[in-house]
């Protein structure tokens, strides 16, 4: 019996790779702010189950510790997918960059805004006064939004940056040198690897929007569809197994990106925060939301973060969407239940 199983898995197994052969690949160039993580576990998942080699496609992950602007990698055609955010794609899209956004990765906000878990701080107007803390100054602009949607502004704190380090930003908040610190989830499992627990206070109307988007050039979106569709395709099926089988995504990073789990409860923490901002909330997997982009630039723009609003369908395209989620749900449950069955 025992062997019919291994057998029965092994078959599963052979079934769901199927790589084309290396001369007919199709490389992916893409760069986003951590190559292979957690955080973006699609990606990982869907390479340990074979799903981007089945669909033909490479992956090249581009040097994301640059301080040259995602897009421009996008524009030059470096790159085929850069993931930015909203603040990146409409001063892009204003700045005359001819990109489409064509994919959310995620559709809740990785940033926010983190104190002691015993501090006495509930809200972010509780802060006015204080001193708050920027893992970079990038996290300026979200610490502006958060002001001023409980009607401060930045100047009602003094900013300092922190810089990634864990231990320094560890130091910072337990030490009192900052009320809370403004960041996002890596930031957070640094903290907890440091015994710092941390409880975010962001306010609720920053937490569903989209972030980590992939855009692409427009001049490439018809020549290079049926990559583009595959890639897209793979990543869905890589978040999908997020929803039914989380076991085997962790699993699957153990053993791709084995640094953050050296920890095993800061990797699991981390997979929990990941899992809460990759999975959808919208019907189809990585779908564009009008409303959202629509109703969020009011706030980016009283924050300064954007001088003007656009229109969000000069930029939204869901060309990719609907082939992004053709695929067999159950075939890949069973995939991944199989894989787990033999990596255990």
């Known amino acids: 019996m025992k062997m019919f199983k291994a057998l029965t898995v092994s078959a599963l197994l052979a079934a769901t790779a199927l790589p084309v052969a290396a001369q007919d690949m199709t490389t992916v160039n893409m760069i986003n702010p951590l190559p292979r993580s957690t955080n973006f576990f699609p990606l990982v998942v869907g390479e340990a189950l074979g799903y981007f080699a089945e669909e033909g496609i490479e992956v090249n992950l581009l040097p994301s510790d640059t301080s040259i602007p995602y897009v ?7 790159a085929d997918l850069a993931m930015l955010d ?16 064509v994919y959310e990765v995620m559709q809740n906000a990785p940033e926010a805004i983190g104190v002691l878990d015993t501090s006495a701080y509930d809200s972010v107007d509780d802060l006015v006064g204080t001193t708050v803390g920027l893992v970079s100054d990038r996290d300026r602009a979200f610490l502006q939004a958060a002001l001023d949607a409980v009607g401060k502004s930045i100047d009602d704190v003094e900013t ?3 810089g990634e380090s864990g231990p320094t930003l560890a130091a910072a908040i337990r030490d009192g040198q900052v009320s809370a610190i403004s960041g996002a989830a890596p930031d957070w499992i640094a903290l907890n690897a440091n015994g710092i627990n941390v409880r975010l206070i962001t306010p609720e109307e920053l ?3 989209p972030a980590n988007t992939f855009a692409a050039s427009v001049d490439m979106i018809e020549g290079k569809r049926a990559a583009m569709e595959g890639f897209l395709r793979a990543w869905s099926k890589g978040m999908y197994v997020a929803k039914v089988n989380p076991e085997m995504v962790a699993q699957a990073l153990r053993k791709g990106v084995p640094a953050e789990w050296e920890n ?7 997979l929990d925060m990941s899992i809460g901002m990759n999975v959808s909330t919208t019907e189809r997997l990585g779908d564009l939301q009008t409303g959202v982009w629509t109703a969020l630039q009011p706030r980016l723009l009283s924050s300064g973060a954007i001088p003007q609003e656009v229109d969000v369908t000069s930029f939204l395209n869901d060309t990719y969407i609907a082939a992004a989620n053709d695929f067999d749900r159950a075939e890949v ?4 239940a199989a894989w787990l069955e033999a990596n255990k």
């Open 333 to 336: 449950e069973a995939e991944a």
């Open 264 to 270: 095993e409860a800061a990797g699991q923490l981390f």
């Open 160 to 162: 300092v940056v922190l």
């Open 207 to 209: 937490l569903a929007s």
């Open 86 to 101: 909203p603040v990146e794609t409409i001063n892009a899209v204003l700045a005359g960059a001819n990109i489409n956004t």
């Open 72 to 78: 421009a990698f996008v524009q030059n055609g470096q």
